[in-house]
């Protein structure tokens, strides 16, 4: 079954300051793999996605991923990160039922705090 | 306002009550997917909806019930309640299982 693991559930960093947060996934088929970010009390919106092409992704709010099938990990990274960055982030992988549908799995989360 | 919607956003209930969380998207998305977010576990899926009266469980699904009649709504309902259903529960829809899922805001339900 594919499935998905953030190895990290908090990340403090300081402002200004380079970020990774890493997610390995399982799969013996081809992937298709998110990030998602939760600000406190708010729902889930997208970050970035993978679903073929370059192995380096960009998202917004300055964020990138790096898809390596070899390590089969999809890390998140930011170069200097600000006090706004902090939220759960989420990495997910797109999994296709037997009966053909599509769902996503998400992992447990990461925390990334942000100190002044 | 196009969206997701959910509804109750808060909601405290007691023990073995029926409880119903309503979601609406008005986009027309085809799939939509009921999530509960955890400490410790992240989001674990309950259900989700391919099409209108098309729906399938996920890892969670014991203690819900859902349906989907029309493509806008998918309500999500715990026929008795139990204190291991206090949960963040969320709604999401997209126009097909990979890719962008939008999100709702979340309903929060307290089961004393």
């Known amino acids: 079954a594919q499935s998905v693991t953030q190895l990290d559930s908090q990340v403090p960093v300081f402002e200004e300051a380079p970020v990774e947060l890493r997610c390995n996934y399982s799969?013996?088929?081809?992937?298709?793999l998110f990030w998602y970010v939760q600000y406190p009390n708010q729902g889930l919106q997208l970050l970035l996605k993978?679903?073929?092409?370059?192995?380096l992704v960009k998202g917004i709010n300055g964020f990138e991923a790096e898809f390596n099938k070899s390590q089969t990990s999809f890390h998140l990274r930011k170069p200097s990160v600000h006090i706004s960055d902090t939220a759960e982030y989420f990495c997910?992988?797109?999994?296709?039922?037997?009966?053909?549908?599509?769902?996503?799995?998400f992992g447990k989360g990461t925390k990334l705090t942000v100190n002044p | 306002d196009a969206g997701i919607t959910q509804s109750p956003r808060y909601k405290i209930t007691e023990t073995g009550r029926q409880v119903t969380l309503m979601c609406h998207q008005t986009?027309?998305?085809?799939?939509m997917f009921w999530y509960r977010q955890d400490l410790g576990h992240g989001l674990r899926l309950i259900y989700y909806?391919?099409?209108?009266?098309?729906?399938d469980k996920g890892e969670v699904p014991d203690g819900y019930v859902v349906s989907r009649s029309k493509t806008e709504n998918f309500p999500l309902t715990l026929e008795s309640a139990t204190r291991s259903q206090t949960s963040v529960y969320f709604c999401?829809?997209?126009?097909?299982?990979?890719?962008?899922?939008?999100f709702g805001e979340g309903s929060r339900l307290t089961v004393l």
């Open positions: 999401a829809s997209s126009d097909r299982g990979r890719g962008e899922l939008f």
């Open positions: 799969s013996s088929v081809s992937v298709y």
């Open positions: 993978y679903l073929s092409g370059s192995t």
């Open positions: 997910a992988v797109s999994v296709t039922t037997q009966g053909g549908s599509e769902k996503l799995v």
């Open positions: 986009w027309s998305h085809s799939y």
């Open positions: 909806s391919a099409a209108a009266d098309i729906t």
